[in-house]
């Protein structure tokens, strides 16, 4: 076994839920030879066609992460592993929710399209943005952008309490963190382990102030969850203004607000991954199936 590879106990945990071939298209490589050489790439950032001989054809390896990137099979199994964790009680549903920047490379540019359009895949329309006007926005539906930081990505997710991203979201990095925050949420559905919907409503929820504005706080208002978010200076200066019009100033919990740096410490644990905290794909819907395939890892090692 080579660094980073799956352990043997890792390996049983997610073996399982692994896909299995239809047997019309031919047998498919191990799935464990082919996971390994995923993950060594998700980790160091190598080039797929660097990828060592241990792990096989490149472009196998290239082709499975492609695939299961846009047929959402890593979302899946990701979602199988919390169900697991949820089972056992080891998932702390106070969440906390933030964005980071991501640095895209050269190469995450120039995605191919046809008649100007941004060409389609399966399981594209997970990720695809409204389409945006070429020129100074980036090439929007790929969730590349302009932002101060120059060509990026923007990175939206939750994480429990134990620092362990539940969803993610990926979007062009000019893009505000407010106007994902109801998408982040509603992406969070850990199945039930036997009868029963799946869990999507958390105990409680923390956020900074780039969350709080009226949008935000109606959406966890009407879904009954308990928040903390800052409220701004502007905003507080306005109701202050409007006197008894104003209304009450929203509640605030300091000591819940300190352990919203979960989810910063989730970030920091994704930019662990050279091809997380780097984008060098070009299409936006692999870059989140790698952005998943280390969230997998991190579930699979906490």
């Not at 989140?288 to 280390?294: D, E, H, Q, R």
């Amino acid at each position: 076994m080579g660094r980073g590879d799956l352990s043997d106990a890792e390996w049983e945990r997610l073996r399982p839920f692994l896909p299995v071939s239809n047997g019309r298209c031919g047998r498919w490589r191990d799935h464990r030879q082919v996971i390994d050489g995923i993950l060594h790439r998700v980790r160091t950032g190598a080039q797929w066609r660097d990828l060592p001989e241990r792990f096989g054809p490149w472009k196998t390896v290239y082709e499975r992460h492609r695939l299961w990137s846009a047929d959402g099979t890593w979302e899946r199994l990701l979602q199988q592993v919390q169900a697991t964790a949820d089972a056992a009680g080891e998932i702390n549903w106070d969440i906390s929710v933030d964005s980071t920047i991501v640095r895209a490379h050269q190469h995450a540019a120039g995605a191919a399209s046809k008649g100007g359009q941004i060409a389609r895949t399966p399981g594209r329309n997970r990720v695809a943005e409204p389409p945006r006007p070429p020129g100074g926005g980036g090439a929007g539906g790929e969730g590349l952008g302009r932002s101060r930081g120059g060509f990026t990505s923007k990175l939206h997710l939750s994480a429990d309490g134990r620092c362990r991203p539940l969803s993610l979201v990926i979007t062009g990095g000019q893009r505000a963190d407010c106007t994902l925050f109801q998408p982040v949420l509603e992406k969070i559905r850990i199945p039930r382990i036997g009868a029963g919907r799946p869990r999507n409503k958390p105990d409680s929820l923390a956020a900074d102030k780039a969350y709080s504005n009226g949008p935000c706080r109606e959406y966890l208002r009407r879904r009954r969850i308990r928040h903390t978010i800052p409220e701004k200076v502007d905003s507080q200066a306005a109701r202050l203004r409007k006197g008894s019009r104003g209304g009450r100033p929203p509640g605030f919990d300091e000591d819940r607000y300190k352990k919203r740096n979960t989810v910063e410490r989730a970030i920091n644990q994704l930019k662990q991954h050279r091809a997380v905290a780097t984008r060098y794909d070009k299409r936006g819907y692999v870059y989140l199936g790698t952005a998943t395939a280390a969230a997998l890892t991190i579930w699979l090692r906490s």
